[in-house]
């Protein structure tokens, strides 16, 4: 239930309970699911609002710029590489689409084992061809190392090994890019060499959040129901991810103060400093060179992380007077 009453009387938050998390098995393969040791001060669900500084035109991660557009995206597209959070301050860290990303003794190749059953937004099932697809991409686009300098194949089901002609020991966190989030082979056969459509886009990953609407005054985001993380207690968190525009950053801070926003997006080093000084907001760094400014009933939210996923946000409730 969204708990976010921002002015009612007593300002004081309760604090979010941790959740106990039962870890099995290892290497992010692992199925865990959170304890029911969280007391009811916690928030469950609901709508998180978070005002974009713009509307985002590109939705195909590969082509998104602007920090509203790899927000979106990243949403609804992973990378290869990631290492994910539950909800309430959980401290596992769980793999992402690679369950695991080793190199070569020489950093010359990088064979990756993917994680099985993960299906893209659209049906269609994430796997080696879909892995190999997207590099091709990439490399087409000048994100990768053109061929012959990087050459993608899978030995055997569930496996992509990258072969380079120079040693890369970073590789693994150049695939971590949410630039490099991986598209269904069938949005990509509809695009071919153009960017995809935000229609094209909104389906074509297999991340926490579906596209719902999109129009001039915003997007809403809802929680993919079938998103592979959920099973290993990752979130999302909330129900719904609301995002208008506000193109002007004091509007931005001002609605954040009344309450008609959790978050709000890319602001200065002035609207921050406002923000601190009161009790119930805060300012975060972004990755960016500006600040998101959060109501203090939004926890999960990562400092310095330009485009982080949102699985793991989760509301708390302000308490009564």
């Given at each position: 239930?969204?708990?976010?009453?921002?002015?009612?009387?007593?300002?004081?938050?309760?604090?979010?309970?941790?959740?106990?998390?039962?870890?099995?098995?290892?290497?992010?393969?692992?199925?865990?699911?959170?304890?029911?040791?969280?007391?009811?001060?916690?928030?469950?669900?609901?709508?998180?609002?978070?005002?974009?500084?713009?509307?985002?035109?590109?939705?195909?991660?590969?082509?998104?710029?602007?920090?509203?557009?790899?927000?979106?995206?990243?949403?609804?597209?992973?990378?290869?590489?990631?290492?994910?959070?539950?909800?309430?301050?959980?401290?596992?860290?769980?793999?992402?689409?690679?369950?695991?990303?080793?190199?070569?003794?020489?950093?010359?190749?990088?064979?990756?084992?993917?994680?099985?059953?993960?299906?893209?937004?659209?049906?269609?099932?994430?796997?080696?061809?879909?892995?190999?697809?997207?590099?091709?991409?990439?490399?087409?686009?000048?994100?990768?190392?053109?061929?012959?300098?990087?050459?993608?194949f899978s030995p055997r089901p569930g496996q992509v090994t990258f072969k380079l002609a120079v040693a890369d020991p970073r590789f693994d966190r150049?695939?971590?890019?949410?630039?490099?989030?991986?598209?269904?082979?069938?949005?990509?056969?509809?695009?071919?060499?153009?960017?995809?459509?935000?229609?094209?886009?909104?389906?074509?990953?297999?991340?926490?959040?579906?596209?719902?609407?999109?129009?001039?005054?915003?997007?809403?985001?809802?929680?993919?129901?079938?998103?592979?993380?959920?099973?290993?207690?990752?979130?999302?968190?909330?129900?719904?991810?609301?995002?208008?525009?506000?193109?002007?950053?004091?509007?931005?801070?001002?609605?954040?103060?009344?309450?008609?926003?959790?978050?709000?997006?890319?602001?200065?080093?002035?609207?921050?400093?406002?923000?601190?000084?009161?009790?119930?907001?805060?300012?975060?760094?972004?990755?960016?060179?500006?600040?998101?400014?959060?109501?203090?009933?939004?926890?999960?939210?990562?400092?310095?992380?330009?485009?982080?996923?949102?699985?793991?946000?989760?509301?708390?409730?302000?308490?009564?007077?």
């Amino acid at each position: 239930m969204l708990a976010v009453g921002r002015r009612t009387a007593g300002a004081a938050l309760l604090a979010a309970a941790a959740v106990a998390l039962v870890c099995a098995g290892c290497g992010g393969s692992d199925d865990a699911s959170p304890s029911s040791g969280a007391v009811a001060t916690a928030g469950h669900g609901g709508t998180l609002t978070w005002a974009l500084a713009d509307r985002p035109a590109e939705l195909d991660p590969l082509f998104a710029r602007s920090p509203s557009e790899r927000l979106v995206s990243r949403q609804i597209h992973e990378p290869l590489i990631a290492e994910l959070a539950g909800p309430f301050d959980d401290p596992r860290r769980v793999a992402g689409l690679a369950l695991s990303a080793r190199p070569t003794s020489d950093d010359r190749a990088w064979r990756l084992r993917l994680r099985p059953g993960v299906r893209f937004q659209d049906g269609t099932p994430f796997d080696a061809r879909a892995v190999i697809a997207n590099a091709q991409r990439w490399q087409a686009q000048g994100r990768l190392p053109a061929e012959p300098e990087l050459f993608a194949f899978s030995p055997r089901p569930g496996q992509v090994t990258f072969k380079l002609a120079v040693a890369d020991p970073r590789f693994d966190r150049r695939l971590a890019s949410p630039r490099l989030g991986v598209v269904s082979r069938r949005a990509l056969g509809a695009a071919g060499s153009r960017p995809l459509t935000a229609a094209e886009a909104a389906d074509s990953g297999t991340g926490p959040f579906e596209l719902r609407e999109n129009d001039a005054d915003g997007l809403l985001m809802a929680r993919n129901g079938d998103w592979w993380g959920s099973d290993h207690g990752l979130g999302p968190e909330i129900d719904q991810l609301a995002l208008p525009v506000v193109a002007d950053p004091a509007a931005r801070v001002t609605e954040l103060s009344g309450g008609d926003l959790q978050v709000a997006a890319e602001l200065g080093a002035d609207e921050a400093r406002r923000l601190r000084r009161d009790p119930l907001l805060d300012a975060l760094p972004d990755g960016y060179g500006t600040a998101t400014g959060i109501e203090l009933s939004v926890r999960g939210i990562p400092p310095r992380v330009p485009a982080p996923s949102l699985n793991a946000v989760w509301l708390t409730r302000i308490a009564p007077g």
